[in-house]
C-alpha cells in the first residue's frame, strides 16, 4: 500500500469517492488524533443507524460502545477502571511466563521439522495464550477463540461480503456468550486472572457492571491478539527480507527492544483508524463538515519523510523510530502497548538466538484484510 499512501500524502487531506477525508501526513494524524473535536463513535456519523439485535442475543446485552468507540465521559471513566487491573506492573510480570510459552511453541516447532509456518506454529499461538491467561480462559477453549477472533476481526473492515459478516456476527454471538458466562462464573468464583481482577476493581464507590465487563473482554481479547501476531509475522518478514538487520539483532540482542518500534513503524499491524468530525472545523486549511469521518493512514503517517529518513528503509536502529503512531495518540492511545511490545521482544529474542540461521523457505501469503495488515502463512525454516 505504501506508494498509494506516499500520493495520498502528497495531496494533503483529500477526500475518496466513498466520502470520508483520508490523511497519510503524520502532521495531520497527529493534528486529527488529538483533537477531541475529532470522536471515535460511529453515533456522530451522518446517517448513523444504530444496530438491532433479536431477542436472546447476547450482544443486545452489552453497553452501545467499548473503550475503542466510546466518548469522554463514558471512555474516561471505563478507561480508568481497567487501567487500574491492567497495571504497568502487572504487565510486566508476565514477562517469564511469556518466555516459557515462547521457548515451548519453538520446541515444538523445531521437533515437527525444518519446515514450518511461523505463523500458525508461533506468532498467533503465542499472543492468544498470553490472553487467554491474562482473562483467565481454559486452555482447551484456546482453539474456539482463536477461530472466533478471526471472525470477528472481518468487521473492522470497510467492505466485507454479506456471508462473511453473517460469518463473524454468529462468532462475535458465541464469544459474547462465552465471556457473560465467563464473567458470572468469576463473579462467584475469583481466581488471579486479569478478568477477576477487572471485577473486583472500585474506585470512589465506582465498578465496571458484568456488561462492561463483558465488553472489556471482548475487545481485549480481539484488540490483544489479532494485532500482535502480526507484529511478530510482519516483523519477522521485514527483518529476514533485510538480511544483515536480522544478522544484526542475533550479535547485538540488546537492540531488539529498539527495533521492535522500528518494526511497528516499518509495516505496522493497524494501517488506519479513522475519527468522525462532531461539528464543522479547520484541519490545516480544509473545511470537514461534522458527521464526515476522516481517515487516519497508520502505515502512512509512519512512512512520513518528514519524520522518518528514508522512510522505506528498515533500520534496527533507528533514532526516530518511536514517533510511530502504530498504537494512535490521545485518550484512545492503545492500552495493551505495553503488553505488545513485551510480547513483540520476548519472540524477536527467543527467535534470533535459537534459530539466527531461520530463513524463508516460500513465499509468505498476505491475509486478505484492509485494517489489520498481516501473514496468513510464512514459510520458515530454521537451521541453529
Ligand atoms: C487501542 C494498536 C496490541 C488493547 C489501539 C489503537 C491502536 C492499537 C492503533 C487505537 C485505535 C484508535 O485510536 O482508533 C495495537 C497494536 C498492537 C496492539 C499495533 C500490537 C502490536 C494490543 C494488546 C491489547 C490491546 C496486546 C490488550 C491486551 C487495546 C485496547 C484499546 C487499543 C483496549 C482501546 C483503548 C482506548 O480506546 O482507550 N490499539 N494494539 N492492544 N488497544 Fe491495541
Known amino acids: 500500500p505504501y506508494p498509494l499512501y506516499e500520493d495520498i500524502r502528497r495531496r494533503g487531506l483529500v477526500r475518496s469517492s466513498l466520502g470520508p477525508w483520508v490523511t497519510a ?124 477472533g478471526h471472525d470477528v476481526v472481518t468487521t473492522l473492515e470497510p467492505q466485507t461480503s454479506r456471508a462473511a459478516r453473517h460469518h463473524s456476527q454468529a462468532s462475535e454471538i458465541a464469544l459474547a456468550g462465552y465471556l457473560r458466562d465467563l464473567v458470572a462464573k468469576r463473579r462467584s468464583d475469583p481466581d488471579d486472572s486479569l478478568l477477576s481482577a477487572l471485577i473486583a476493581v472500585e474506585e470512589e464507590g465506582d465498578s465496571l457492571t458484568s456488561a462492561e465487563l463483558v465488553s472489556t473482554a471482548l475487545l481485549l481479547l480481539v484488540a490483544g491478539f489479532e494485532t500482535t501476531v502480526n507484529l511478530i509475522g510482519n516483523g519477522t518478514v521485514a527483518l529476514l527480507g533485510e538480511r544483515a538487520q536480522w544478522d544484526r539483532l542475533c550479535k547485538e540482542p540488546e537492540l531488539i527492544s529498539g527495533a521492535i518500534e522500528e518494526l511497528l513503524r516499518y509495516d505496522s499491524p493497524v494501517q488506519m483508524t479513522s475519527r468522525t468530525a462532531t461539528e464543522d472545523l479547520e484541519v490545516d486549511g480544509t473545511v470537514i463538515r461534522k458527521g464526515i469521518p476522516v481517515i487516519v493512514s497508520i502505515g502512512g503517517a509512519n512512512r512520513d519523510p518528514a519524520i522518518f529518513a ?75
Not at 495531520?28 to 475529532?38: I, S
Not at 524477536?348 to 540461521?357: A, H, M, V
Open 25 to 148: 501526513s503524520h502532521a495531520t494524524a497527529e493534528t486529527v488524533l488529538r483533537d477531541r473535536r475529532f470522536s471515535s463513535s460511529p453515533v456522530h456519523q451522518r446517517g448513523y443507524q444504530p444496530p438491532s439485535f433479536p431477542l436472546g442475543d447476547p450482544r443486545a446485552e452489552l453497553p452501545a460502545g467499548d473503550l475503542l468507540t466510546l466518548d469522554p465521559p463514558d471512555h474516561t471513566r471505563i478507561r480508568r477502571l481497567v487501567s487500574g487491573a491492567f497495571t504497568p506492573r502487572a504487565i510486566a510480570g508476565l514477562e517469564p511466563w511469556i518466555r516459557e510459552r515462547a521457548v515451548r511453541l519453538l520446541d515444538q516447532a523445531d521437533a515437527r521439522g525444518p519446515e514450518f509456518n511461523l505463523i500458525d506454529a508461533f506468532a498467533f499461538p503465542l499472543p492468544i495464550a498470553v490472553i487467554c491467561h491474562l482473562l483467565g480462559v481454559p486452555a482447551e477453549d484456546q482453539d474456539k477463540f482463536r477461530a472466533w
Open 310 to 384: 528514508e522512510p522505506g528503509r528498515l533500520m534496527v536502529d533507528r533514532p526516530e523510530a518511536a514517533r510511530h503512531l502504530s498504537f494512535s495518540l490521545g485518550i484512545h492511545h492503545c492500552l495493551g502497548a505495553a503488553l505488545a511490545r513485551l510480547e513483540g521482544r520476548i519472540a524477536i529474542e527467543e527467535l534470533t538466538s535459537r534459530f539466527p540461521g531461520l530463513a524463508m523457505a516460500g513465499t509468505p501469503v498476505r491475509r486478505p484484510l484492509l485494517v489489520l495488515r498481516g501473514f496468513e502463512t510464512v514459510p520458515v525454516r530454521a537451521a541453529a
